[in-house]
């Protein structure tokens, strides 16, 4: 699972358990506001307050 911060992080999540696995630092300002995984999981794409969007590889934010 993913979760967006108020500080334009990605956060990677266990599920179930909630435990954080990585994060990183996606928008130098604002709310990382959307938040969407390709259909094989491997990357997702973050979209910001300020209308920035972002493609990350899911094992580059948890390495």
Known sequence: MALGTAEGEVVLVAYPG??????????????????AFDREGARVAAGSEKGEIAVLAVDAVGG
């Open 18 to 35: 909630g435990e954080r696995l990585a994060a990183q630092r996606v928008f130098t300002k604002g709310w990382t506001t959307a938040l």
